[in-house]
């Protein structure tokens, strides 16, 4: 009789045993896929939240600049000079009110730039650009660019253009090639444009 309980214990102990390492092994299988999950949701939903921000704030930025009044007089290139273009320093000054909502990473100096083929000063077509920088494919490109289209504000309002780059938080994949090269599979730095956004001034 003791003999068989003897058995039976170790019978038991055995499979007490066996189970804990077959727990043991599926933790060991389960809990990354479940990280790298929730890891992924984390990802997405930041990138589409900033996405959101990026979109409202080119809303707000026309917006703020529609109600400006452009005059002649104001021809300078120079941001934060008193000539200088008022709907443009306006949506300027918008968008780094509005930094906080874009992202972590810090900007506050800009370089401006006109395209000749879009009117004269003040009544043309006005490129701002962040000048801190980010990493891409392609090479270094400012974190923020605005576009600030004043060349027939009467008819065709303000036009503003967006664009920020999301810097992602855990993913990014690249994958190394036999001749050296790398593919990249999700950019570390995604590029993030707002639609053009138009607004008439309602003074």
Known sequence: ???F???NS???SGISLK???QNLIEFVFIFPLVFFLVMAIFELSMFYRTVHAVQSVAHQVAAKAATQIIT???TSTSIGNSSFNVAAQSALDTVISKKGALGSLDFSTFTVSTDNNFGSAPYKLYTIKSTRTINTTSGSQPLVTLWVDCSNPMEE???VQLQYYYVTIVFAAEVPLPNG???TILPKNIAISS???QQYNQN
């Open 181 to 183: 090269d790398v593919m």
């Open 5 to 7: 309980q003897l058995i």
């Open 157 to 159: 309002g303000i036009k």
């Open 195 to 197: 639609t053009k956004t």
């Open 10 to 12: 170790n019978f038991a």
């Open 1 to 3: 009789m003791l003999l």
């Open 72 to 74: 002649s007089n104001m």
């Open 19 to 21: 189970k804990s390492a």
